[in-house]
């Protein structure tokens, strides 16, 4: 992928000075210090030799480096969030297994002890990282319906593999059980439902009053499957990208919030297309039929999601239109 971000050290969102972020959440004084500290773990924990790096990005308590190298060029990610560095791992594991089954995903790279993540220290702080492949490749273009189908099909498939997959490092640090979609709807109805579309609010109160339980299992699911994750050549998909939100969930709750969240990027924050969440899921349904459960709910779901995203205030991106058109 040829990054969308300037050379240098940016933030991914935030308004926040990268430099002061990178200082107080990482420990490194500036960006030469923070990739002469790269170098060095790569070549450490690697034995990767690092010739230029050329950018570093900042995500809350996350960072993502492109390098060049004498493998060709990689992408690392590290992180500082101490409690999520067990999941990391897991969620190393489970791209390396998925990349067996023939998914599309960057696969990390193992290190000279054979481990996909890797605990390196910055001063005392330790930082959990991984080492990926660059894949070659352009964000998803929402606007291409050919290309849409295709990831709606691809998301299917991705179902398909994580079904067979049940690491206890990814269930959740509660480890409680996924709750009835009608109970979670229907309790953020009635407590937290900040009321800015209320014709929305009450279709959508009406849509799921006598739908039944869905007829499906939980199981992994991928939580975050949008353009900013979805990497393609021409119209096919080359690579998913960012298991880092993967939870068990329903199935139909994924192919919805992708439906509702797939044209949204980085700081560009849009609702999607009808037209596009029909590509979507038609790609879908092309691999994987839904249940019919799973069709009742599907819509009732986008719905919900798409309220969710109404902000306060100024609406700018056109959220609010968005659930009203969809409710009508």
């Known amino acids: 992928m040829v990054p969308v971000f300037p050379r240098g050290l940016s933030m991914l969102w935030e308004s926040t000075n990268p430099t002061a972020a990178l200082q107080a959440r990482f420990g490194f004084d500036d960006f030469d210090h923070a990739a002469r500290w790269l170098s060095d773990a790569l070549a450490d924990r690697w034995a990767i030799e690092v010739r230029a790096c050329d950018r570093i990005l900042i995500s809350s308590g996350n960072a993502i480096a ?23 791992a897991a969620t190393a594991d489970l791209i390396h297994a998925l990349d067996q089954q023939g998914v599309p995903v960057a696969a990390p790279v193992r290190s000279v002890h054979g481990d996909r993540r890797v605990v390196v220290r910055s001063g005392l702080l330790p930082l959990s990282m991984t080492v990926l492949p660059a894949v070659e490749g352009d964000l998803l273009d ?38 009835d979609l009608g109970s979670s709807v229907e309790g953020w109805l009635s407590a937290d439902d900040p009321g800015r579309t209320p014709g929305a609010s009450a ?5 799921i009053a006598d ?9 992994l699911i991928h939580r975050d499957y949008r353009s900013a994750n979805i990497l393609t050549a021409g119209r096919q998909i080359v690579a998913v990208l960012d298991f880092d939100d993967v939870r068990p969930h329903y199935c139909v709750y994924d192919l919805a919030h992708a439906a509702t969240m797939l044209a949204t990027r ?21 691999v994987r039929r839904l249940t019919p459960a799973e ?20 609406d700018p991106a056109g959220w609010a239109k968005a659930v009203s058109v969809s409710s009508g």
């Open 66 to 88: 492109w390098v060049q190298t004498g493998r060709g060029p990689l992408v690392v990610k590290w992180s500082v969030l101490q409690d999520e560095f067990v999941k990391l």
């Open 142 to 179: 929402v606007t291409d319906q050919t290309a849409v189908h295709a990831a709606g099909a691809c998301l299917a498939r991705l179902h398909l593999a994580l079904s067979s997959h049940d690491d206890p490092r990814l269930q959740g640090c509660d480890r409680r059980p996924v709750p």
């Open 203 to 207: 279709r959508l109160r009406d849509l």
């Open 211 to 219: 739908l039944p339980a869905i007829d499906a299992p939980v199981q």
């Open 266 to 286: 980085f700081t560009d924050w849009s609702p999607t297309p009808r037209r596009t969440r029909e590509s979507l899921q038609a790609g879908y349904r092309s």
């Open 295 to 314: 069709e009742l709910w599907l819509e009732p779901l986008i719905l919900w999601l798409g309220i969710g995203q109404v902000p306060p205030g100024d």
